[in-house]
Structures are given as C-alpha cells and as structure tokens.
C-alpha cells in the first residue's frame, strides 16, 4: 500500500486544498493518471499517480486544507483494506432498500396536543369565544364541525366537569394544552384551567379594577402571537410593568431592533436605569443592523465601543489570495519603497510595432518594454540584485517577471535569461507564458527565479501607478497607457504618444540617482528603438 501526500509545488507553500477528486474510492489507478486537482498559494495544479493500484481511501475530502507532507489518499490492491470494486459498489447501490424516512416523534405529542385543544373547547361551545375556539378544533379534528352531527366527546373529570359545560367561568382545561400558534382561548377557561372546581372563577384584580359583568362575553386571548404594535414576548420581560421603569421607550424600542434582552443590561444610569450606551456596549447579534444602518445616516461612535460592522457575507480567501495578502503585507513592512517616474515618448516604438506586425510578426509594447528593461539593467546592475541580510547578491541572469492579471489575482511567470533572448523570442515565451496563467496551467518553475518584475496597466487606461516591489527583489516597473499628449519640439507644440513609468526601487539596495540614471536609460532605448532589434 502507497500513501499519496500533499506535495510542496511551491517554494513558498506549506499547506494546499484539495478542490477536487478525479478519482474515487475502488477505482483503477495507472501510473501518471491524475489523481486531484490541488490549489497552492499561486495556481491550481493536477496532482499525477506515481504507482498504479486501486485507490483505496481518500482522507482529505475536496474542498479541505492539508498541510504539505500530509498523508491525503492510499493506493493499493484491492485485497488491502478489502477495497470496494466499483461493480461492488453498483451493486450495493442496486440492493440498497428504498425505505421512506420514518416520521419524527414529534409528531405524535403534537397529535396529542392538538385533540386535547380540541376537548378543551368543546366546554365553551356556548360563548362567543367557545364558538371561534371550536371552529379551530374542528379544523384540528379533520374539519368536522363541534357540535354537529357528530358524537359529542364525554367530558373530562366527571361530574364537575359536566357542570363546567353549563358554566363557562369554570370550565377546565387540560393542564400543559399546546395549542397551535395564534388560537384563541377564553379568558374564562384560562383562569378555569388553574382553579378546581367549584372555585370562584373572578381573579383578584389591583385595587379600584373593576369586575366584569357575569354575562359579557369574555375577550380572547391569543397564545403565541403578541399584541399589533405591542412589545416582542423577549422584550415583555424589560417591559415597565415587568421590572420597573428601567430604560425610556427610546431605549426599549432600540433594544428590540437590536434584538438585546434589557434583562441582561447593566444600566449605568440613575438607579440602575438603562441608557443608550449601555445598549451599545453590549454585545449585538449578528445581523442586526445598526443605528446608523437603521436611520439612513452616520453615527458617531460612542466612547469605549468597537467599530459596528456593517452586515454581508463572509467567505474564506482563496489560496491565491491568500499568498498575495501575505506576500505584499511582507514586502510593504520589510522593504522601503521610492518610485521614481519619467515621461517617454513611444511614437518611434509604435511605429517599429506596426512595421514587424505587418510583416507578420506579432509583438506588444509590453515585448518592447521588456526587451528595453534587460538592456537597461545590463548597465544597472544593482537593480537586478537581491538583498539578504548584510550581503547584496548581483544575479548573472536578467529573469523578467510580467505581472498577469487573472479571476482572482495576479500570477508573475518568469521570462529567464532576457539578456540573451531577441525581441522576438522574448515575444513567443511571453505570450506562452500568458497562456499558461490564464488557462491556470503554470507550473511552479515558471513562476520561479524572477529578479525583476514589470507590471502593466496601460490596456485599462491607467495613466500612472506605484507597484509593489516582489520580496527578493530590487525593483518593479510600472507601465501607463500611452496617450495622446502636447509637448513642445523646438519651441512648437506638438502632439506626442507618451507613456509614464514608475519604477519602485528598494533604497536599502539603491539610492534616488540611481534610480532615476536607470529610467534615463530605458527612456532613451524605448525612444531609439533600433537597439531593441538588435
């Protein structure tokens, strides 16, 4: 039996995810079929069988993180572990019973509830409410009307409580009766329920209540539902009549929207009172929105509360992400950055362009810039170097990384050994390599060894921007759009195709002169382009 680990398809890599499975548990396995398709912290890669068997048992489900080295799967024969063939899974399938799930339990005490309701009402059958009551039983009873050409139910606890039929005000109850949400009981047999009987049926109300008469009919009481435009059932307990006047009905009522039980609030206001900050302070369920949410506009934040965050969906950040946060937080706290930008004018390069294009020969400006930047640093070396600890390491190579834009990201595939390339293999490698990023295809080789890095936003109309230098690098170039711009030649105005650079450089490695010696020079090759054919 063979273990299938995570492997380190990076440099940088030390945990991949599983996105998918291409094989499952029973199946045949040659040497080289793939296997998963693994996400690292720069691409999606296949990750290919190096034996053949039967996939025994896969221990990392796709969709989860495995740490490099990990043990994610187990190839064999199908004699190990008594692996399951996949006729032997089809035929378990096939001979798996079709059952129907069976009911929950619940359903039972519900039943139960419901025809204790239903016996519950048929007491009250001559008051008004009785008659709301019973047409609800009757729709809990299968729609047979109470009192209708059915047999009337006996009713529960014997002679007492046939005499409660006559008497509405002491008609009893089934004690604990679940009733469906929003069904209406009367008062009466409520306070029935709770009295034996023979007991007076009138409750002692505050002084000064008055009695009700012994023939009006008894208002009902809804269970489950509260009051229209009455307070929420968890806010009733924070209520004034419930534990005093403890919070103005500001403070109630921003309670409720915050979803918050008062009961659970320190007031820090007089005699315990609750105040709006106390609200604040105390914790909000998620969701909720906020005040400022709730009112349209800005609220200042009161003193010693957190940030109030604004409600949205939370996901995971992609391994790619993920290695981008992480490696520009890293060069932005450990590297000091200065640009430096210059204006060049690309009328001659663009004309160079439609010449080689219409011979057939297909090249961008990118290519041009390319080409133009490997020449740049044979005279520059310090800005193709590498920077660790007390020592500068000077890189023989010139290995161009080109920034390509991708879904959820950026990839950097490296152009290597630029200074020996021509414009036109320079162009060929680098729309290969282009390719490969966008299909997701590159390999981690292809995204290794970089010592200069270029990164161009001109195709989205970008006039000028900063790039972040790559950590064990010197430099990054950024690339505008070329425009229509007035200059003056000579003392006259004339219109010229100008494209802005911006080269960040790391000012441990080189200073300001340097740098700015640096773009004078590419700026001179981009504007002479007769040296990039060469």
Request: include cysteine.
């Amino acid at each position: 039996m063979n273990d299938i680990v995570m492997p380190k398809l990076s440099d940088t890599m030390t945990e991949g995810r599983v996105v998918s499975w291409k094989k499952q548990v029973g199946d045949a396995v040659r040497r080289g079929d793939v296997l998963a398709e693994v996400e690292t912290d720069k691409a999606n890669m296949e990750l290919e069988a190096f034996t053949a068997g039967v996939l025994l048992e896969i221990k990392v489900p796709a969709g989860e993180m495995a740490q490099v080295g990990t043990v994610i799967a187990e190839i064999g024969t199908a004699e190990e572990k008594g692996a399951p063939t996949s006729q032997a899974k089809a035929a378990a399938t096939e001979a798996a019973p079709q059952q129907a799930p069976a009911p929950p339990k619940a359903q039972a005490p519900q039943a139960a509830a419901a025809a204790a309701a239903a016996q519950a009402t048929q007491g009250t059958q001559g008051t008004p409410a009785g008659g709301a009551a019973g047409e609800r039983a009757a729709a809990v009873n299968g729609g047979k009307p109470e009192g209708g050409a059915t047999e009337p139910v006996a009713p529960q606890g014997g002679p007492e409580a046939a005499g409660a039929q006559e008497a509405p005000g002491e008609a009893q109850a089934p004690a604990a009766t679940a009733l469906p949400t929003g069904a209406q009981v009367p008062s009466e047999a409520k306070v029935g329920a709770q009295a034996p009987a023979g007991a007076p049926t009138s409750a002692p109300g505050p002084a000064g209540a008055k009695e009700a008469p012994a023939g009006a009919p008894a208002a009902p009481v809804i269970v489950g539902r509260p009051n229209a435009g009455g307070p929420a059932p968890e806010a009733a307990a924070a209520s004034p009549g419930a534990h005093g006047e403890r919070a103005a009905p500001v403070v109630r009522r921003r309670a409720r929207e915050l979803g918050v039980d008062l009961g659970q609030v320190t007031g820090s206001g007089p005699e315990g009172r609750i105040l709006l900050q106390d609200l604040e302070r105390h914790p909000v369920a998620p969701g909720v929105p906020t005040e400022s949410a709730a009112s349209g506009g800005p609220a200042a934040p009161a003193a010693g509360v957190g940030e109030a965050r604004a409600g949205g969906e939370s996901f995971p950040l992609s391994r790619l992400r993920s290695a981008i946060a992480k490696t520009v937080a890293e060069s932005w706290r450990s590297i000091p950055h200065f640009t430096v930008t210059a204006d060049v004018a690309m009328d001659e390069a663009e004309a160079v362009r439609r010449q080689l294009k219409g011979g057939g020969v297909e090249v961008t400006l990118n290519d041009l810039i390319v080409k133009g930047v490997s020449l740049a640093l044979g005279k520059f070396p310090r800005l193709n170097a590498s920077l660790a600890g007390e020592s500068l390491t000077l890189h023989n190579q010139v290995n161009i990384g080109v920034a390509v834009g991708v879904p959820d990201g950026v990839l950097i595939p490296v152009i290597p050994d630029c200074q020996r390339l021509s414009l036109l293999q320079i162009a060929a490698t680098g729309r290969r390599l282009v390719d490969r990023a966008r299909s997701g295809a590159l390999s981690e080789q292809e995204m290794s060894g970089g010592t200069f890095s270029v990164s161009n936003l001109g195709m989205y109309g970008v006039s000028q921007f900063s790039a972040i230098i790559y950590p064990a690098q010197a430099a990054v170039l950024a690339v505008g759009a070329v425009s229509d711009t007035v200059v003056a030649r000579g003392g006259v105005p004339v219109c010229a195709r100008i494209m802005r650079l911006t080269l960040s450089a790391d000012h441990r490695i080189v200073d300001g002169a340097y740098a700015a010696e640096f773009l004078a020079e590419l700026k001179q090759i981009l504007e002479s382009p007769v040296r990039l054919l060469i």
